[in-house]
């Protein structure tokens, strides 16, 4: 308790203060949440630094505002109030000014959005009608998984013969995408935009900014749960494109089965895909290993052997959507062969990595959803000649299937006979670590008490031929 107290007066608590709130987007709901489980405020700035924003220097000058109050208004309390103590004016202003500071510092932060919301308006209404004008094909993807890897692989394939443009990083929401249509040239041939859901209605709303031709559900799972309580909620918020579109093409993941069974059979536009193709583009021959993927590609009743430099099956079925889209845009098959040859890992999502030692590291860290994590336990379990490595510290937003959703990870870990599991510590682990018992996993489990720590400590454990998973981050704002 004394602690948590004390660590409220260290000289960059201001600055704790503001880094909490630009990790968690300046939702206020998370940050309180955030804050009221911190113990100690030395410790916030970890994974992530401040990044100096003007919102930043607002935030910073509004802090010190609130300071030089608290300390003006305890002066005249001593000094001119009748009948106070000076010695209670000092405790109570000692004690409580952290955590005044803490949540006043909300106020300028609501005026600030309160100025910017006629701002968004008018950018996302420009963008709006900039969009409406232009002539290119809009591609839109939802889903709880595998937005950004789908979009990746279909603007690399796609650019093989058309001109091909998306936003950049994960902008996926209204502003993000109103400030990427504001620098489009206009004659961009294919336009695919990744769709950010995190309450009802979000998705119908980017639908209704966008105006799609083609859709895409990548699936649906617990990620975000904690934000949508239910995957019914999950479910109908994601297939909102879905509705948008009406009969205009939607692919969806046959592989997912909470996807799968929001499909509408009736509708002829719902076109599932999976490992095995999507509609007329079948797959065959399925093969992936540390050096990429490869597969026979059926179109129109043609053979032929394609490779990408994915890793893991689970990647096929994206790679099938891109070659059907693109085969019924004109495409021809050697630019579709082409396109598929150059996708390739993106940053972070099982990117391979090989040191001069030899130990190959498979970077996952911004795969944090179910659906990735087994695909990812397949792949390794696939791999032979290898002892393989599971480093993660769980998964975060799962909410009420946070417990059964990380028991299952143990098992599928135990049953898949990986040698190594590195738990970092968290209140997740213990659930992942009593899956793998459960399931009498035989390999060794290894604990450290944050990621730094294991980082640090895997070159000393590994040696060469090992691959080494690093399956998702743990967000400061989760700590």
């Keep these: 308790m004394i602690t ?10 201001i600055r704790s203060l503001i880094y909490m709130l630009q990790v968690c987007e300046y939702s206020i709901r998370d940050y309180v949440a955030w804050y009221g489980r911190t113990t100690d405020f030395s410790n916030v700035e970890r994974r992530k630094t401040l990044i100096k924003t003007s919102k930043v220097y607002v935030l910073y000058v509004c802090a010190y505002a609130i300071v030089i109050a608290l300390v003006a208004i305890a002066y005249y309390a001593m000094a001119f109030a009748e009948f106070t103590p000076r010695i209670v004016v000092l405790v109570c202003t000692a004690l409580l000014a952290p955590y005044i500071l803490a949540y006043v510092i909300l106020i300028p932060l609501v005026l600030v959005r ?7 308006y008018v950018l996302i209404g420009q963008a709006r009608k900039k969009l409406a004008r232009h002539k290119g094909l809009k591609i839109a993807i939802a ?13 690399t394939v796609l650019s093989e013969g058309a001109r091909v443009a998306s936003p950049p990083f994960s902008y996926n929401t ?44 990548t699936g649906i799972n617990e990620a975000h749960l904690e934000k949508f309580g239910t995957l019914e ?3 109908s918020t994601i297939f909102e494109l879905a509705e948008y579109l009406k009969y205009k093409p939607v692919y969806i993941n046959g592989e997912n089965e909470v996807a799968r069974k ?4 009736t509708l002829r536009n719902h076109i599932l895909y999976s490992q095995e193709g999507v509609g007329d583009c079948r797959t065959e021959n399925l093969k992936s290993d540390l050096r990429g993927t490869s597969f026979g590609l059926v179109l129109d009743g043609v053979k032929s052997r394609v490779k990408s430099k994915l890793l893991g099956l689970h990647t096929i079925g994206p790679l099938a959507v891109s070659a059907h889209i693109a085969y019924r845009l004109g495409f021809n098959r050697k630019q579709i062969e082409a396109g598929i040859g150059k996708t390739k890992a993106f940053s972070h999502r099982l990117e391979p990595h090989e040191d001069k030692s030899g130990v190959i590291t498979l970077d996952d860290s911004y795969n944090g959803n179910p659906d990735g994590v087994h695909a990812i336990i397949d792949f390794l379990e696939s791999l032979e000649g290898h002892r393989r490595w599971y480093v993660t510290p769980g998964l975060v937003e799962i909410g009420s299937r946070t417990a059964e959703v990380h028991k299952e990870i143990g098992r599928r870990i135990a049953a898949a006979r990986l040698e190594k599991v590195v738990l970092i510590k968290n209140s997740v682990t213990p659930y ?9 996993y035989a390999g060794e489990i290894l604990r450290f008490d944050d990621a730094l720590q294991a980082y640090a400590a895997l070159p000393h454990l590994t040696v060469k031929g090992d691959v080494v998973l690093l399956q998702n981050d743990w967000p400061d704002q989760y700590a």
Excluded: W
Excluded at 4 to 13: A, D, K, T, V
Excluded at 262 to 265: E, F, H, L
């Design 4 to 13: 948590r107290i004390l660590s409220r007066y260290r000289p960059l608590y």
């Design 114 to 120: 309160a100025l910017q919301i006629p701002v968004e």
């Design 143 to 155: 889903g709880s998984f595998g937005k950004t890897s789908m979009r990746e692989i279909l603007k």
């Design 174 to 217: 209204p502003l993000g995408i109103a400030r990427f249509i504001g620098e489009l040239r206009g004659d961009e041939e294919v336009l695919i935009f990744e769709l950010g859901e995190y309450y009802p209605g979000d998705i119908a709303k980017l639908c209704k900014l966008i105006d799609p031709h083609i859709g895409i559900i």
């Design 233 to 235: 909620k999950t479910a």
């Design 262 to 265: 929001n499909a509408k059979a």
């Design 432 to 440: 992942i670590e009593q899956g793998l018992r459960e399931t009498n």
